[in-house]
């Protein structure tokens, strides 16, 4: 069982983010794209500093190993981890999900990807696969067996890997009257449950020195990452226009971007001072 033991004052400051999804935040800023693995060691030393034990880091180096996502080196009796290719394209998905697609849609073309499907109850798992995987590249249920998500969103892969093209019919369309693209967005997504989220993120870290429990920068940008993109990868990419003008996202990427800047420079000093690596092919 994955753990996560924190000293008393780091476990409200790091609270919201599990290990795996903290070491996805690690992995993206310091591994992708070095051509380096990294000792487990020091691995274990930085996520000290966000209050994540020891057992909890070998546990979750170990879980990723066999899901091929890391892969082990050695030089001398030190181990390192590496990325697989399979870790490299979760970790390009995730950092174009930070950098390129963001928090506002400002760039809508007024269309809809309309996903519409009927399984039979024996291929239930499918069905359950294909929500989620849906539910992952931003789509939300319009009808039962109907989901929608604004713009062109390519879900053909998605389609293929699962099996279900034969049940699967996929259309390009655009609202019209008496339909509403504001009445789809009620309709089909959680407009409140995205903006509390959204809101929770300026609430902690809009402060003039956010999570001060942590012991320095290298912490807090682990944490800020982590925290950033599970509210990215969560939200459906709605279209500004479509939303409330106060929309708590708008905020909230410009906090993460000022801070995200200001902790880079800091946390990369103590990061070169910490992290043993070793250059990999």
Do not use: C
Not at 49 to 68: P, Q
Not at 152 to 167: C, T, Y
Not at 181 to 203: E, K
């Amino acid at each position: 069982m994955e753990t996560d033991r924190m000293p008393s004052g780091l476990a409200e400051e790091s609270s919201s983010a599990r290990p795996q999804s903290l070491m996805f935040s690690f992995l993206g800023v310091y591994v992708l794209g070095a051509g380096v693995a990294v000792s487990s060691g020091s691995v274990i030393d930085v996520f000290g500093r966000v209050g994540v034990s020891e057992e909890a880091v070998r546990s979750t180096l170990a879980r990723m190993v066999k899901r091929g996502l890391l892969a082990r080196h050695r030089d001398g009796r030190r181990v390192y981890v590496g990325l697989t290719d399979r870790a490299e394209d979760v970790l390009e998905d995730g950092q174009a999900r930070i950098w390129k697609t963001g928090a506002v849609n400002r760039d809508w073309d007024g269309t809809w990807t309309v996903v519409s499907f009927s399984l039979p109850d024996t291929r239930r798992r499918e069905r359950h696969e294909l929500r989620s995987r849906l539910v992952w590249e931003g789509f939300g249920p319009l009808h039962s067996g109907q989901w929608i998500a604004a713009g062109a969103r390519p879900v053909d892969a998605v389609v293929a890997e699962l099996g279900l093209a034969e049940h699967v019919t996929v259309l390009s369309s655009r609202a019209a009257a008496p339909t509403d693209d504001r009445d789809l967005v009620d309709r089909a997504f959680d407009t409140d449950a995205i903006a509390a989220r959204y809101r929770a993120f300026v609430d902690r870290w809009g402060a003039a020195a956010p999570l001060p429990g942590l012991p320095d920068d290298l912490a807090r940008q682990l944490v800020l990452h982590t925290d950033w993109l599970q509210l990215v990868r969560q939200d459906p990419h709605l279209p500004a226009q479509l939303l409330p003008d106060d929309w708590p996202a708008i905020r909230a990427d410009e906090i993460f971007r000022e801070l995200a800047a200001a902790y880079d420079a800091s946390s990369a000093l103590i990061a070169d001072a910490v992290l043993d690596v070793i250059p990999v092919a």
